[in-house]
């Protein structure tokens, strides 16, 4: 596939620049203090449970006897 060298170009400074994003929040993480860092986890595993659910909210099903 041909494509210009700036394409090209873009995209590695893109990448380049989510590592950087990436290792910045990764530093920032590390010098939470383990209390912090542990509600952040927490945080972010709801996050990751909601964003699998694609927006739909699972309700429980309640059978009536």
Known sequence: ???DAF???NLDEQIAAFGQ??????HT???LPADERA???????ILRKARAAGG???LPIVTLS
Do not use: G, K
């Open 1 to 3: 596939m041909d494509v």
């Open 7 to 9: 394409v090209v170009r």
């Open 21 to 26: 994003v990436a290792a910045t929040m990764r």
């Open 29 to 31: 993480l590390d010098a």
């Open 39 to 45: 509600e952040v986890e927490q945080a972010s595993r």
């Open 56 to 58: 739909r909210t699972q």
